[in-house]
């Protein structure tokens, strides 16, 4: 639209000019034609009487504009230009156009003879001079108009077109990203974008087929493990029926149901696994640590370690799967009983604060020399394959969370899991407040301290912040 505004003025304004100019151009031509039928009269007279006869017979209605001065009966007509004015244009014999109120005036010198030279004066009003002028402008500009609202029309229309193959491209990319990995799109549009559908269905089709190898391969080394499980168990049925033959029987039972449970997420397709999981995309946290330390109290009590459950009592509840979340908390409470020497304390730590439920899981061995390292996925140390940390970073991050590794209190490492409160509704206090300054999105604000490491962690601070 603004190209063709600017296009429209760029003609409009020259044309503009134009037309006054051919305005003027007219206006001083019939003054001319005027003054030459009045010298072809004082060639024939100089009488004053008959000049003014003739001027009025001949001059129509406009015979009033003419003036013939320098006769020896007086002047004839109106004078409109000064007398230096016309005395110069006699002196010099040549024609001139001078400035007068109401408009402009021709004046024409004549020689009548005996060294006598009379001068004719066509007074042109303003009105002549802008004949014509105010409908021109009028007319150009309406043309103006409508070529930059035919031009708006078609533009929008183009631009439509443009704007709705693109929104369709993001609509699909967006919906890909939410696992929907049947989505395409039709191609369409100018050849840039049509060409950016087809690589993107291209790519659509690539991620489903890598993503259905990947679930075939993981249900495959799933249900590899069944034969040594099973081996496991019978040799378990033979220990006696104590504390330790009591929590190997049961440790199998939870693995043997993981493996099923492995092997049955794997074989389901995206969208039937996103309705069952949609049936319970919810836990309470305080009650999945309380199960899992209940468990793992028994191997510590094994090993001579100190392992205490703080703010347990308390409801936290997050948007995780009860499954997820108590596999990566066996994750980071796996990592403390390898990878610290036996005697070694531990801590589990919930709380829920500003939005978030906070999962604090610290211990009292030698830390985690490098937590970058350890976060990134596939990364080996120590014979770990590395995937550990991962799957806590992948809960977290699919309940808008964050982790955090640092040095606690016990002296070993502080490895902190921030989950969304499921429950948790902002403040709409005044904004220009303390808490209105929370409202701005604390949550957010929370969770990128903790990605950076900072200190203002809801778990650095207290043991029990419930």
Not at 2 to 18: E, K
Request: aromatic share 4%.
């Amino acid at each position: 639209m603004a190209v063709t505004a600017m296009v429209a003025l760029a003609f409009l304004i020259p044309l503009g000019m134009v037309v006054s100019q051919l305005a003027r151009e007219r206006a001083l031509s019939d003054a001319e034609r005027q003054t030459a039928v009045v010298v072809a009269v004082l060639t024939a007279t100089t009488d004053p009487i008959a000049v003014d006869r003739a001027i009025a017979t001949t001059g129509g209605p406009t015979a009033a504009r003419v003036a013939v001065h320098g006769l020896d009966g007086g002047s004839v007509g109106q004078r409109h230009a000064r007398a230096e004015e016309i005395a110069g244009v006699a002196r010099q014999l040549k024609s001139l156009v001078v400035d007068v109120p109401g408009g402009l005036s021709y004046l024409e010198p004549v020689d009548i003879g005996a060294d006598r030279t009379a001068v004719v004066e066509v007074f042109i009003p303003s009105g002549e001079l802008t004949r014509g002028v105010p409908a021109a402008w009028y007319t150009l500009t309406a043309v103006a108009l409508v070529l930059v609202v035919a031009a708006v029309l078609v533009g929008d229309r183009l631009a439509a077109k443009v704007v709705s193959s693109a929104r369709g491209l993001a609509d699909a990319a967006v919906a890909l990203g939410n696992g929907r990995l049947d989505v395409r799109v039709e191609p369409s549009g100018p050849r840039e974008l049509a060409e950016a559908g087809l690589a993107f269905n291209a790519m659509a089709e690539r991620v489903k087929v890598l993503l259905d190898s990947e679930r075939e391969l993981l249900a495959d080394l799933s249900h590899r493990l069944r034969t040594p499980l099973t081996a496991l168990r019978l040799d378990a049925e033979t220990l006696d029926d104590g504390r330790a033959g009591q929590r190997i029987r049961h440790a199998i039972g939870n693995l043997e149901l993981e493996v099923d449970e492995i092997i049955r997420a794997a074989r389901k397709s995206g969208p039937a696994a996103a309705v069952e999981q949609g049936e319970a995309t919810g836990c309470d946290a305080s009650e999945v640590v309380r199960e899992r330390m209940k468990f793992w109290s028994a191997v510590a009590g094994d090993q001579g370690r100190r392992c205490e459950a703080v703010g347990v009592n308390e409801r936290a509840p997050v948007p995780v799967p009860r499954a997820e979340l108590a596999a990566a908390l066996d994750a980071l409470l796996g990592n403390v009983f390898r990878y610290t020497p036996q005697g070694v304390p531990l801590e589990v730590t919930v709380s829920r604060r500003d939005g978030y439920v906070a999962i604090r899981v610290e211990d009292g061995g030698p830390g985690i020399a490098d937590p970058d390292r350890a976060l990134r996925r596939g990364e080996t140390s120590h014979g770990s394959t590395g995937l550990g940390l991962d799957i806590v970073k992948r809960v977290a991050y699919s309940a808008n969370g964050a982790v955090n590794i640092a040095r606690g209190r016990l002296g070993g490492a502080s490895i902190v899991v921030l989950l969304a409160d499921a429950e948790w509704a902002p403040p709409t206090s005044s904004r220009f407040g303390f808490v209105g300054r929370l409202s701005r999105d604390p949550a957010e604000r929370r969770r990128k301290r903790v990605e950076k490491g900072g200190a203002e962690s809801p778990l650095h601070g207290s043991a029990n912040l419930s």
